[in-house]
């Protein structure tokens, strides 16, 4: 929402948030959609399917000069690439990055300002977060230049599947709170007419308010359902549960920010007739990668460098840089997402090397004692930097452990906002402990879960992901 609304958003009667909301989508298209954005998204387009050799002369290029810029302009590169001994001119191409350390994300919160380019003016970065779906949320510096980027290579991916943002009706699912946490009845959405999208609330989807936004999706029709796969999923059990239908045909479901799984794709199938489509992408701009028409997920490779890094267990560490974002080079980052690889070639004939799986992004449920299931509880971490790392812990309905590991300025201001954040959520009748640790809980093969979910009596139809 852009500053000036932002303010006064939440004191504003619901007329008056539709207005607002059509304001910010008319700054949206105007700031970030306009002329720069087409040439942009048709450059990606075209090289959609250029050779393999090409596509990775152009990477290696891009990657190139963006290393040069990254010493030239940061102290944190400037220092690393002294220390150790190491000349951006051996820096050629992908394979050359590994002569560098990986960047973690807890390098980033300590070194913030020195991983801030000297070039780019403070008025031009563009302060934005990440929820931090893993429990370590981060602030992040980009440019207008390098939101555009990012919304243009999603803009292919939508390209690739007949999808035209802007021009047809899209429900959304998100985590932003277009709506009132308060607000107790519908409606539980609203409406950019600017962009044509309907942005569903995701913090009122209880099992009682989904006929609400049922019946609005039957009244507007939008051809296209988009956002997080845990929300969707939940509207999809409610129609297959019900023996229902929306009773019109929904030509596209996009699913974003979140792992996928073979029951939410199958549910979506049954419920709404068609097959979901995913893809990938970060805040930090380091990996983007995109489902093509055949199913399979294709690395971006013209967005980001990205490397597989190989695991004891056969899965890869996802280790990204972006050249897209001058105003915060990140070399090397390590994204904590595992993928396992597909060495088959596509017969779609894109040139992007193929994955076959994406862990980390697994969403789950916070259960109430009437059985209510919440999901998307990692926006409660949005803003709070100051938390290194939290993972939920239930054993039981209605009650739950947060383990958190603090940062070294965690205070008690940040546990009461996140008390408060996390009652809105859950509401006041369940039982919430924290537990400050030094350390998380890790699967067997070390990934740092959100979630750790002991509760067994699930019912498959109730359920839009595996309890682990």
Known sequence: ??????PFYSYLPVFAQHFACNIHGAYMNHRFFGTAYRDILDGYIRRSFISKK?????????LKDFVEYAVKTTPYYRKLFADYGISTKQVQGLKDLIKLPLL????????????LAEGVPRKEKILINTSGTTGMPLN?????????????????????HGISPGEEWCAVFGARPWVD?????????????FGRQIMFSAFHMTHENIKYYISEIRRKQPPWIQGFPSLIVLLANYLIENRQSLGYPVRHVTFGAENVSSYQIEAVKEAFGVRPRQHYGLVEAVANISECELGKLH?????????FVPREDGTYSLVGTNFTNPAMPLIRYDTNDFVTLDETECECGRPGRVVKEIDGRLEDYIVKADGTKIAQMDSIF???TNISAAQFYQDRPGAFTLRIVRGKNYSKSDERKLLVRIAVRVGPETEVELDYVDDLERSPGGKVRLFISKL????PGNDTSPMH
Do not use: C
Request: proline share 3%; glycine share 6%; no cysteine.
């Open 104 to 115: 973690k994300k807890r390098n980033v919160k300590e070194d913030f300002e020195n991983l």
């Open 140 to 160: 992040i510096y980009t440019t207008e230049g390098g939101l555009t980027q990012m919304y243009a290579v999603w803009g292919r991916y939508y390209h690739w």
């Open 456 to 459: 067994t009596s699930v019912s």
């Open 382 to 384: 949005k803003g709070l």
């Open 54 to 62: 090409n596509l990775r002369e152009y990477r290696d290029n891009k």
């Open 181 to 193: 946490l308060s607000q107790k009845k519908p409606p539980f959405w609203r409406y950019n007419h």
């Open 1 to 6: 929402m852009i500053k000036w609304v932002t």
């Open 299 to 307: 690395v971006d490779e013209d967005f980001g460098a990205v490397e």
